[in-house]
């Protein structure tokens, strides 16, 4: 028999061996990391990895080849403000009091009584931090710092807002937190900036026990274009290309200092832009010949672009990389839409699901970008620039009724016809009668 002594030492090593054990999984099971990347008017076709043919992004091609990629993802508004007012609520801009694209001093603004993206992360005791544009409102109640972010480091409009391109008494600024610490920056130094204190962020997180959410919204394609004297010339599609290759350029800065950092495996990363290409710049933009008509992306195979309701405006590249838990490769045509970042953020995290919002128009779309669900038929309203809805899909058919005297009534089956050029309206009148129904409700109740 065992003595006392023995069976007190067997014990003790039973003990300790199950600990070790437990020690690899607790570690493996760490909340993960977030970075969510965001462009700037980048369009459709702007990244190889989506058919571009004479502008080089290998970094996000990578990140493609490695995880998700989406063919459908859209945003439900063609402009800056309102897209990321989406992003950060789970909801049609519209709902939380921005329907179109402030300017400085504008009485609209994302108030911070809504729940947002990042305060969903704080509660799951995240590190939080955005750094980059902002362009959600500029009053005491709107700024980054009171919608969940410990920190801010950026600038609160788009780098157009001031002479010649915008008639305003407002200096641009970046902004530490909300004290302005640079007044009237090199918009060529920008994305160089940014990313030199996004590595810096990520560098001192990863030192910490808790995790982090990385909010990083680039200033660029968005007009003037402009870059340093690393990228000029880089491209094959002149000064617009050099700036998506250094957009690219600093992404893949960020993957490889996650692997240095041996953090890659729990990093969730996320690309995406705010819209479309902007195609058809006002006239404003033309001033002392900085910008030129020809500044601007691609959308590919489909139709229009930033400002309007056709598919070039709300469609936008979106891949997602995090190794063992995106599958490589992964393609698909589901439609996702920018609001559905926060429940399916949620899910990644482990964020309960009866905690967020029960009035939000997104839904979890995680099993979708995992690879284990294919998804499934589901109806997005598009509004216009003007804060308007202007048109519904519902699974392949889009009713589009323009907010214009005598709007013609257009039908299109994007799967048959992505560029919608075919108005099927007069063919089909009971699809056309059952999704303006759908628009009317949603007009009526939408708001």
């Known amino acids: ?47 190889s990895c989506y058919g571009n043919m004479q502008i080089r992004t290998p970094h996000l091609d990578q990140m493609a080849a490695e995880g998700f990629k989406a063919g459908s993802f859209v945003v439900p508004a063609p402009t800056c403000s309102p897209a990321r ?18 300017g400085p001093g504008n009485k609209h603004g994302l108030n911070d009584t809504y729940f947002s993206i990042a305060k969903m992360f ?48 407002t200096t641009l600024a970046i902004f530490e937190d909300n004290k302005r610490v640079i007044e009237k920056p090199d918009f060529t130094k920008l994305m160089d900036h940014y990313t030199d204190k996004a590595k810096e962020f990520i560098s001192e997180a990863s030192k910490k026990d808790q995790p982090f959410f990385l909010y990083l919204p680039y200033p660029m394609p968005h007009a003037p274009v402009g870059t340093t004297d690393q990228w000029n010339g880089k491209s094959d599609a002149g000064k617009y290309g050099d700036v998506i290759e250094h957009i690219d350029g600093c992404v893949g800065q960020i993957l490889t200092l996650l692997r240095q950092l041996d953090i890659d ?38 139709r229009g672009g930033k400002a309007n309701t056709y598919e070039g405006g709300h469609r936008v590249p979106f891949i997602a990389r995090w190794p063992g838990h995106i599958p490589a490769a992964q393609y698909s045509l589901q439609s996702l839409v920018m609001f559905d970042m926060m429940p399916t953020l949620a899910d990644v995290i482990g964020f309960p699901g009866n905690q967020l919002p029960r009035d939000l128009d997104g839904v979890n779309n995680w099993p979708v970008i995992s690879g284990k669900s294919k998804g499934g038929d589901r109806t997005i309203y598009y509004l216009n620039a003007g804060g308007k809805y202007e048109a519904v899909r519902k699974g392949d058919w889009k009713l589009r009724i323009a ?17 919608e050029r075919h108005n099927v309206a007069n063919r089909y009148p009971g699809k056309v009668e059952e999704l303006t129904a759908l628009l009317k409700h949603q007009e009526e109740t939408g708001y």
């Open 265 to 302: 495996e729990n990093t969730l990363v996320m690309f995406s832009s705010d819209n479309g290409p902007w195609n058809e710049m006002p006239e404003r933009m033309f001033g002392e010949n900085i910008v030129q008509p020809w500044d601007h992306g691609s959308v590919g195979p489909l």
């Open 85 to 102: 007012a989406s992003f950060l609520t789970g909801k049609y801009p519209i709902r939380v009091g921005i329907p179109y694209a402030l």
């Open 403 to 419: 907010k214009v005297k005598d709007a013609e009534v257009q039908l299109f089956n994007l799967k048959s016809d992505i560029s």
């Open 1 to 47: 028999m065992l003595s006392t002594r023995n069976v007190f030492k067997c014990l003790v090593l039973i003990s300790l061996t199950a600990w070790s054990t437990l020690l690899p999984a607790q570690k493996k099971s760490k909340k993960p990391n977030v970075i969510f990347i965001l462009a700037d008017d980048m369009g459709f076709a702007d990244l």
């Open 122 to 169: 704080k509660r799951e005791n995240y590190q939080t931090m955005m750094i980059g544009k902002w362009h959600l409102g500029d009053r005491s109640d709107t700024k980054p710092t009171g919608h969940g972010f410990d920190h801010y480091y950026g600038m609160m409009y788009s780098h157009d807002y001031k002479y010649p391109f915008v008639k305003t008494d």
